[in-house]
């Protein structure tokens, strides 16, 4: 990684690029109407908006002209965390704002889905803001109210977006797995929050091939006994079935959209992001919370507004798919891609761009990276004139990825703007990453953003600059949970954040933060497996591979390595007789392609003559994650808390022959 001493910037916003950012002119609004301090660039913008947090958000709340039905009584109650109380009072609706900009220009486009056909379809805003009015009638009709969960198992489809604004219309609270998902995967997210109305595809179209999951339905509906109804969209063309109904007859109604309004803290959508043990953590964010972050994410730092087309590779499965569809907020129209990342070939991403003329394309940094191994050239094979900005996220962008960025899009015209993005499902949004008014330098975020007191601690709570610390946060971000489903008490939530530094949120992630304000992200500091941003728990992989016979006990570790690969190898130790040949390997992959995702399929698969533990009995991931990316085994870990210190070595070994 880069350092502060470097040279020159990767890039530089020309003076006109900066003074037409619209967070220039926001900065020039708060200064006038807050007090935000008019001089000094983003730097003095970002110390006022945490220095004065109530200020900045109010500010946010005026300038996006957000229509609350009831007023506010205050901007923040209690700033403690957790337990921080926004805008206590106020109600609204977040699917109302989602589509304000139908009013203004019903005929242009609000989405514009792909899939591998690249053949783009438009839907309008006028057409998006009659399927929302006449599914929420329907699910009104069903008897869905506020605080109900309506489930989708749905690619990244207009469909999903529908169902999404027309659950929060209502004032019921969404949640969504991909079609990729195994029924166990499912059950697992679905049945913690117990949904009422579940809409589901058949099937879905991936690398060239048909899916059909009919029976992974067939199996949702059978285990989810909440359900009063299922709604059936033919993506590959079976018949509705008994007991279904029909996407097309739900959403034919002219209904005019009636929008819930409800309190500022009212759940909005529930995300799913594992942990290492037990159940994946049902995280309820509010509509307040994601209106007003989303909004400043999206309009401020991306710099997003109706002009723009609006593209980021993602699954209804991944935080990023539901920050994709909060670009309606901007009035950007949201390119949604329905299929692989590289079908037909690896550049097929690029192809998307091309042929909806987005303006932002936002990937993962695998993905560039892949892109850069596979000789691929963007610019040159494809018309990326219109691509303003290049965003990556899901895992740090290498140097190398930077430069070649850089250096392939050359070619398309003037130099494009490489933003590196970091936050989490936690959030459904950035801790770092955009801002269009700095420069960019290889290896590194540009900044902070706007509200988010982002710091970087040594494990005694200490502030550190240059140097390596855990990623944490000291004071409350509007689309912080307002709670995990299923956690009274509130004790699983403290114990995800707030165990390490009571009152301060501690993410999970290496960083630095450098002396002149850019984050460096050095990967997870805890052992959740991050595989292109889709994060999984240890703890699924482990229920189902260990259902295999011949498998004792397995230990699966996700490694961040500094070329920007990431290694997911699985360690099984095997039952007395077995032998860990081809056809083993095989069962093992098969049963974690069809149970949990194809996405978490284990690069390596090494067989090893145990598992260390804790004295606890816990599995020793973090430490042997450590290990792995070649942290000395003395630092790594401490050998008295270990029930078989000596099964260590192994760990220390691989990695010493790897990286030789």
Not at 64 to 78: G, K
Not at 515 to 537: F, P
Not at 596 to 610: F, V
Request: aromatic share 8%.
């Amino acid at each position: 990684m880069t350092s502060a001493a470097n040279a020159a910037p990767l890039w530089q916003p020309d003076a006109d690029r900066v003074a037409a950012a619209r967070i220039t002119r926001f900065q020039a609004w708060a200064a006038e109407h807050h007090g935000a301090p008019a001089h000094g660039g983003y730097p003095a913008l970002h110390r006022w908006s945490v220095d004065e947090l109530d200020t900045f958000w109010r500010a946010v709340t005026e300038w996006f002209d957000i229509r609350f039905a009831t007023p506010y009584e205050t901007v923040l109650a209690d700033t403690a965390m957790p337990g921080a109380r926004w805008f206590p009072g106020a109600t609204l609706n977040y699917a109302e704002h989602a589509l304000r900009a139908a009013a203004e220009r019903p005929d242009a486009p609000a989405l514009l889905p792909v899939d591998e056909t690249h053949e783009a379809a438009p839907v309008t805003w006028a057409e998006l803001r009659r399927q929302v009015g006449a599914l929420a009638a329907e699910l009104r009709a069903l008897g869905v109210r506020p605080g109900d969960r309506v489930s989708g198992y749905l690619p990244n489809i207009p469909q999903a977006v529908t169902a999404l604004l027309a659950t929060a219309a209502v004032g019921a609270v969404w949640t969504s797995c991909a079609p990729d998902f195994g029924a166990r995967s499912v059950l697992d997210r679905f049945q913690q929050v117990e949904p009422v109305v579940l809409i589901t595809v058949d099937g879905y179209r991936y690398g060239g091939k048909v899916h059909d999951r009919t029976g992974t339905v067939a199996e949702l509906r059978r285990e989810l006994p909440t359900l009063r109804a299922v709604v059936h969209i033919p993506l590959i063309g079976t018949d509705t079935p008994d007991g279904a109904l029909d996407w097309a007859a739900v959403t034919a109604g002219t209904a005019e959209p009636r929008f819930e309004q409800v309190p500022f803290d009212h759940p909005l959508w529930v995300l799913y992001s594992s942990g290492t043990t037990g159940l994946p953590k049902a995280i309820v964010q509010s509509q307040g919370g994601i209106l007003l972050e989303h909004l400043k994410q999206l309009s401020l730092h991306c710099d997003l507004g109706p002009e723009d087309r609006f593209f980021w590779y993602t699954s209804t499965g991944w935080m990023m798919w539901n920050f994709l569809v909060s670009g309606l907020l901007t009035g950007t129209t949201v390119v949604l891609y329905d299929g692989s990342p590289g079908h037909p070939s690896t550049g097929a991403q690029w192809s998307v761009a091309e042929r909806t003329g987005a303006t932002f394309f936002g990937t993962s940094a695998a993905y560039v990276m892949a892109c850069r191994k596979a000789g691929v050239h963007p610019a040159r094979d494809h018309d990326l004139s219109r691509v303003a900005c290049v965003a990556t996220t899901g895992s740090p962008l290498p140097p190398d990825g930077f430069r070649w960025l850089h250096d392939e899009l050359a070619a398309a015209g003037p130099e494009r703007w490489i933003a590196s993005v970091s936050g989490g499902t936690d959030v459904c949004s950035c801790f770092a990453g955009a801002v269009p008014t700095l420069p960019v330098h290889i290896g590194e975020l540009q900044a902070a953003c706007l509200g988010t007191d982002l710091q970087s601690w040594d494990p005694h709570g200490n502030p550190l600059v240059g140097e390596v610390g855990e990623l944490v946060v000291t004071r409350p971000m509007p689309s912080m949970p307002i709670r995990f489903w299923n956690d009274p008490d509130g004790s699983r939530y403290r114990d995800s954040y707030f165990e390490m530094f009571p009152g301060v949120w501690r993410h999970g992630d290496w960083i630095t933060l450098t002396e002149r304000g850019s984050v460096i992200i050095h990967g997870r500091s805890d052992s959740t497996l991050n595989r292109q941003g889709v994060r999984m728990g240890s703890a699924d992989i482990y229920e189902a591979v260990e259902r295999l016979p011949e498998i004792r006990e397995s230990l699966v570790i996700g490694v961040e390595e500094a070329e920007g690969g990431y290694w997911m190898p699985l360690f099984v130790q095997l039952a007395e007789g077995a032998t860990l040949d081809d056809a083993l390997r095989d069962r093992i992959k098969q049963i974690i392609r069809e149970q949990l995702s194809p996405r978490h399929l284990p690069d390596d698969i090494i067989e090893i003559p145990a598992v260390p533990h804790t004295l606890t009995g816990k599995r020793l991931e973090v430490p042997v994650k450590r290990l792995l990316q070649g942290t000395p085994l003395t630092k790594a870990v401490n050998p008295g808390s270990v029930d078989d210190a000596a099964l260590l070595s192994f760990y220390e070994d691989l990695a010493r022959t790897r990286n030789a």
